[in-house]
């Protein structure tokens, strides 16, 4: 290597962090591969410093300055790895002893886990050596008890024979400790059948050496059970004694004459009397005391089932509803569920509830109607006995039926609410007979104060509106409650709360069809059928005529008397005297000087309506009164008045239908009417409360009433002279100005006669009567022929010498 020195030096690879941050590009190097190492160290001499002549021609070269720069570095790295040797050596030394020390005592730990190791491996040896000798004591002992049962067998098998002979003369213990056990013994070796019978041949005659025993009363009674026990026969024993003791209760029972008396009190006594029989007969018996009562219990009811259920058969369905609580009260103090099921589930399980329910319903509902209260504007008061009877007739379909009668529930409301319905009805047609008679006239006590009573069957209106929307109510929350009992049948995981609710979850499970009726139930609920549907609103409607036609008679009746007065041609009754209205005139009598008193007393009635009224239309019955059906045709009320006109008039049926033209009040089209006939815009529907609007409809009914009974007395007057058609005219004048007054609308029909009446002379009259009328109008001939009678009276009332009709 050309006049160079190359210090050469070994690096052993060390574990020092300074030294190998001194030389770190050294330390990495394979210390093995010195050779390899020196030529990559010239290496980058030389491609650091140039070719060599260039090194020889410039003196020191960088080929030194790389080489002292690598030795300086080996030096420190090993200055440094040697330094960390030294350290490691001390702490090696350091810690030598006490390696030393732990590898003694793990050996020591060794040396004595290699002896226990054997000793186990000893004892082990032993416990097999014992264990083999345990197995063999085992099969020993096993083949001894063998034997002596084999022993034990063959002497059975020799003393068969004479156990047998002892037998003959034995009792019930010999029988029970001795022959019993060696039969039983016995039972796998030959002629076991033969012992086996003659085993149970000497028990029934033992047996029935004891049974005339069972009826004697004592302490023996003791003894008689231990002697039924070691034969085996406690259960007889007790079918036996259970038997004997019901004699005098059954006697007692069918004493009892088969009538439809309530059954219920006395069913109580008699169960009391055999609760106490059973604690009685079953006080001897100790531990077995409950079983003994149970057995007497169902003795007494068992041959009582069909008894039970005729008699059953007799009752009023609350009667047999607190048949069945009874019952079950008294089998759960027995505690047994055989017994439940004799006297509470047998007996009912033929009931027929639908028709008992329905029956019971509608006789209550039928008599739960209180006249007296139907005159009351409070309108809950009368209908609260009926919907508290429909709420228990639901608890008692549950305790009967468990549910499952539900649709007979269902359909004996709904007969029961049409039967109260109709009897409601009934009562409100005997109070309007009370106070009006055949002829439609008012008794005595209702013309002293008429209003004094009308104003209160308002109350009767208002009882039919709030029966209405509780009916509907009703039946919504009847629908959910048999959804409810459907949900809890259905769920075999809710326990049953009352026997009836046990008893149906036991048929569902049983009887599919029940099963499909629950499911029915729950998805569509139990509602009315369509017939039973219709025929409730055929009730319905008929209550709301009734209750309107109360309210209109007691309300029109007077106004029906004082227009009597008018022809005076009828009885006024309940007095024809004058106290009351003195009767009119309209033929010789002088110019007049005011309306007649029949009008004034109309007038004055139909204002009072209106303050009578006002303390009804501030309560609260005015909302339920609001509920009602209306009678729309005024078939029972202004309707009927117009209908009564037609009888006068004789009309035909086609000629009827124009009455309800005229009733209206409005103006006919194609007909001509008075000068002073209302124009159209008097009759545009006003914007009103419903209570106010309930109030105008009474009142404009009461109107057209009036209107229609003033052209009856009209048609039926004999004579009308110029002084009675102005008289006449003065009284529809005033009638006009009454509606007015009671802000009702014109009636053209009754301006219209105003106008016929109030003509000045005969010539306007007969103009009036000889203007064109379409024939093929009702309303037109129904018009012409009242104006034909009135023409006729007036030609009636014309002096002698101007002729007459």
């Known amino acids: 290597l050309t006049n160079r020195r190359v210090v050469v030096v070994v690096v052993v690879k060390g574990q020092s962090t300074n030294g190998r941050m001194a030389a770190e590009e050294y330390a990495a190097e394979e210390p093995r591969d010195v050779v390899g190492f020196v030529s990559r160290v010239l290496g980058e001499a030389l491609s650091a410093g140039g070719s060599e002549e260039e090194e020889e021609e410039g003196g020191a070269s960088s080929m030194d300055a790389k080489i002292s720069s690598v030795s300086l570095k080996l030096q420190i790295l090993s200055a440094e790895l040697t330094e960390e040797v030294e350290r490691c050596m001390i702490e090696v030394s350091e810690a030598a002893p006490v390696a030393g020390e732990e590898a003694t005592a793990i050996v020591k730990v060794l040396e004595g886990v290699s002896a226990e190791a054997g000793a186990v491996t000893h004892r082990a040896a032993r416990a097999v050596e014992k264990n083999v000798a345990a197995q063999s004591l085992d099969a020993l002992d096993v083949c001894k008890t063998n034997l002596r049962g084999a022993e034990r067998l063959l002497r059975l098998w020799t003393e068969w024979p004479s156990l047998q002979e002892e037998a003959a003369s034995g009792d019930c213990s010999f029988y029970g400790e001795k022959l019993k056990p060696a039969q039983i013994a016995l039972s796998g070796l030959p002629d076991a059948d033969k012992r086996e019978r003659f085993c149970d041949e000497l028990r029934d005659e033992l047996e029935a050496r004891l049974r005339p025993l069972i009826a004697r009363p004592g302490d023996e009674l003791t003894a008689l059970v231990d002697s039924y026990e070691k034969l085996g026969l406690v259960d007889s024993f007790v079918r036996d004694f259970s038997a004997s003791r019901p004699s005098q209760l059954h006697r007692k029972w069918f004493a009892r004459p088969r009538s439809s008396e309530s059954l219920a009190p006395w069913l109580a006594t008699f169960l009391d009397e055999a609760l106490a029989l059973s604690r009685d007969s079953a006080e001897p018996f100790g531990d077995r005391a409950d079983l003994v009562a149970a057995g007497v219990a169902r003795a007494v009811f068992a041959p009582l089932s069909a008894s039970f259920a005729d008699r059953l058969d007799l009752c009023d369905v609350v009667d047999a509803a607190e048949c069945r609580g009874l019952c079950v009260s008294f089998a759960r103090r027995v505690s047994s569920e055989d017994v439940l099921n004799v006297v509470a589930g047998e007996p009912f399980a033929r009931l027929n509830y639908l028709r008992k329910e329905a029956d019971h319903l509608s006789r209550v509902s039928a008599t739960n109607v209180d006249e007296t209260q139907l005159l009351s504007w409070s309108s809950n008061v009368s209908s609260e006995p009926f919907f508290a009877e429909l709420e228990r007739a639901s608890a008692r379909c549950l305790a009967l039926t468990g ?69 509907a109510d009703r039946s919504a929350s009847l629908d959910a409650l048999v959804k409810e009992w459907a949900r809890d049948l259905l769920d075999d995981e809710r326990p049953a709360q009352t026997y009836a609710v046990e008893c149906a979850k036991t048929r569902l499970k049983h009887d599919r069809r029940t099963r499909l009726l629950a499911e029915d139930l729950l998805a569509a609920g139990a509602s009315p059928s369509p017939l039973d549907r219709v025929k409730l609103e055929k009730g319905l409607d008929d209550l709301n005529a009734a209750a309107n036609s109360l309210v209109f008679e007691l309300a029109f009746s007077p106004i029906r008397a004082a227009l009597r ?90 000629d009827r239908l124009g009455l309800r033209s005229l009733c209206a009040g409005r103006r006919l089209d194609g007909i001509t009417l008075g000068d002073e006939a209302p124009d159209d815009d008097l009759r545009q529907v006003r914007d009103e409360e419903a209570s106010q609007r309930f109030c105008t409809d009474w009142l404009e009914c009461l109107l057209r009433a009036t209107v229609a009974a003033f052209l009856d007395e009209l048609c039926r007057l004999p004579a009308v002279d110029d002084n009675g058609s102005a008289r006449l005219a003065l009284d529809l004048a005033y009638l006009l100005n009454v509606a007015n007054a009671l802000d009702l609308p014109k009636h053209a029909i009754l301006t219209h006669f105003h106008t016929l009446a109030a003509a000045p002379t005969k010539p306007d009259l007969d103009a009036l009567l000889r203007r064109d009328l379409p024939d093929t109008l009702p309303a037109a001939n129904v018009l012409r022929k009242i104006e034909v009678a009135f023409a006729t009276a007036r030609a009636r009332g014309q002096l002698p010498q101007e002729g007459s009709s």
């Open 403 to 471: 549910g499952l009668g539900a649709t007979g529930l269902v359909k004996a409301c709904s007969v029961a609410s049409l039967v109260y319905c109709s009897a409601a009805g009934d009562a409100m047609r005997s109070l309007k007979a009370r106070f009006v008679d055949a002829e439609g006239l008012p008794v005595a006590s209702l013309l002293e104060d008429c209003w004094a009573t009308a104003k209160r069957a308002f109350g009767a209106i208002a009882f039919a509106g709030k029966l209405e929307t509780k009916l």
């Open 565 to 654: 007065r008018v022809s005076s041609t009828r009885s006024t009754a309940p007095r024809d005297d004058v106290a009351y209205c003195r009767p009119a005139a309209f033929c010789g009598q002088p110019p007049p000087d005011g309306p007649n008193e029949y009008v004034t007393v109309v007038g004055d009635h139909l204002m009072a309506a209106l303050h009578e009224l006002e303390p009804f239309l501030s309560g609260d019955a005015v909302r339920d009164a609001l509920a009602a059906r209306v009678d729309a045709a005024g078939r029972l009320t202004d309707g009927l008045e117009w209908s009564k006109l037609g009888d006068a008039l004789r009309l035909s049926d086609g």
